[in-house]
Nanobody
Framework: QVQLVESGGGLVRPGGSLRLSCATS????????MGWYRQAPGKQRELVAT???????NYVDSVKGRFTISRDNAKNTVFLQMDSLKPEDTAVYYC?????????WGQGTQVTVSS
């Protein structure tokens, strides 16, 4: 059973920062690519960032220069540091990984950027 447990969401003012965490089991963390998606109300879920087991990183254009994805192999945890947050970053953020043909998702954590 693959479990992804996110934490770190909340309410923040524009320009502020949040750090999301996603913990999973060691048996998969060291092998597979990890990613963060987000889904805003009324919109489709979109990819935010991914990091491979070797550390290769990709970001969606809208977060480049503001968000940083990283992984701590000792803690089996992937992070998403979000700086210079904007109201349009408001969404539920999901941690995900793909094993074979199956996508696994966390429960999601709400991020709200509002003054």
């Amino acid at each position: 059973q693959v479990q992804l447990v996110e934490s770190g969401g909340g309410l923040v003012r524009p320009g502020g920062s949040l750090r999301l965490s996603c913990a999973t089991s060691k048996s998969i963390f060291s092998i597979y690519t990890m990613g963060w998606y987000r889904q805003a109300p009324g919109k489709q879920r979109e990819l935010v960032a991914t990091i491979t087991s070797g550390g290769r990183i990709n970001y969606v254009d809208s977060v480049k220069g503001r968000f940083t994805i990283s992984r701590d192999n000792a803690k089996n945890t992937v992070f998403l540091q979000m700086d210079s947050l904007k109201p349009e970053d408001t969404a539920v953020y999901y941690c995900t990984t793909r094993i074979g043909l199956v996508d696994y998702w966390g429960q999601g954590t709400q991020v709200t950027v509002s003054s």
